[in-house]
């Protein structure tokens, strides 16, 4: 298991550097700059801030420079505002951390329980109501399912009220984050599920006499949990960084919309900042995933 971890740690610091690598190359090769606007700049003023964020070097320059800077920790300022780049994922990763977490716990719990479900009632109305919800979720965009519940609850009905930063109304976010996941979870347990309770080892308990709640929960349920979690992990990741769609709709001002002002604006450091953080946060979570793996069925071999 050690030396799998290290193995693992490796590779990771080496899939963040190309994309680093990646990101920092593509961005200069836009045409364009952050310091261009509708307002034309005095070209003796935009030489200026140019010189000040190592602009003017070539890029391979501005990369080796931007590194050194961020192997001591320093992620560097805003192009656009000069705030310091850390204060600002500070502020605004918490905001999408707890909507994202909530997002994904409901998502995983809720697809779960109506997967197993929909698998013990095969081709009974349970099932069939289950496998119509979730059809119609997954053909529903993440952008129209935030618009729906924005209006009707929010405008219309007046239920909830709209989210805003650094207060706990965050149903709706967290509905319109955790529907989509859901769906693919419960599709996915379900035929995990099926493919379980049809195997050897589900017959041979049954006929020991094993409690049925035993049989579909520890034997069942837990080797059908393999393919969940390597969606799972992923997904957490994905979630924690926030949806760049919803933070914009419900307007949350978490890490998402910064990477999509951002991009917007041009602020490089913001778009390095961000991308290099997601990446860190979804290799993290496909490591953790494949410890887990070997918690849930020790059978599995790490090499």
């Known amino acids: ?47 200026a801030l140019e010189a000040r964020y190592n602009l003017d070097k070539p890029v391979p320059v501005q990369y080796v420079l931007y590194m050194k800077r961020l192997f001591q920790g320093d992620l560097g300022v ?29 998502a995983i719990v809720l697809g779960l329980i109506l997967g197993s479900t929909a698998a013990l009632m095969r081709n009974r109305w349970p099932d069939r109501v289950i496998v119509f919800l979730i059809t119609l979720i997954t053909a529903m965009p993440s952008f129209v399912m935030a618009t729906l519940l924005l209006y009707f ?28 996941p859901m769906a693919y979870i419960t599709r996915l347990t379900k035929t995990s599920m099926l493919d379980a309770l049809g195997q050897d080892y589900i017959r ?34 994905g979630i924690l960084t926030g949806s760049m769609v919803v933070e914009s709709i419900f307007n949350i001002g978490g890490l998402g919309s910064k990477f999509v002002s951002g991009i917007t604006n041009r602020d490089y450091t913001m778009i390095m900042a961000t991308t290099m953080f997601l990446a860190f946060i979804m290799v993290f979570a496909n490591l953790v995933t494949d410890i887990v793996y070997k918690i849930i069925d020790p059978r599995i071999k790490l090499d």
């Open 78 to 106: 805003s192009l656009k505002n000069g705030r310091e780049i850390k204060d600002i994922v500070g502020e605004s990763f918490p905001i999408s951390a707890q909507i994202g977490l909530t997002a994904a716990l409901v």
């Open 1 to 47: 298991m050690g030396k799998y971890v290290v193995k693992r740690v490796l590779l990771a610091i080496l899939t963040i550097f190309v994309i680093s690598v990646i990101t920092f190359f593509a961005m200069n090769a836009i045409p364009g700059g952050p310091f261009n606007k509708e307002k034309a700049t005095s070209p003796a003023t935009q030489a």
């Open 204 to 237: 041979t308990a049954r006929a020991k006499g094993v409690a049925q709640l035993k049989v579909i929960f520890v034997h069942g349920l837990r080797n059908a949990l393999i393919p969940v979690i390597t969606y799972v992990g992923p997904m957490i990741g």
């Open 153 to 180: 609850f929010c405008m219309k009905l007046g239920w909830v009220p709209a989210f805003t930063a650094g207060s706990n109304n965050i149903v709706l976010p967290v509905i319109a984050l955790s529907f989509s």
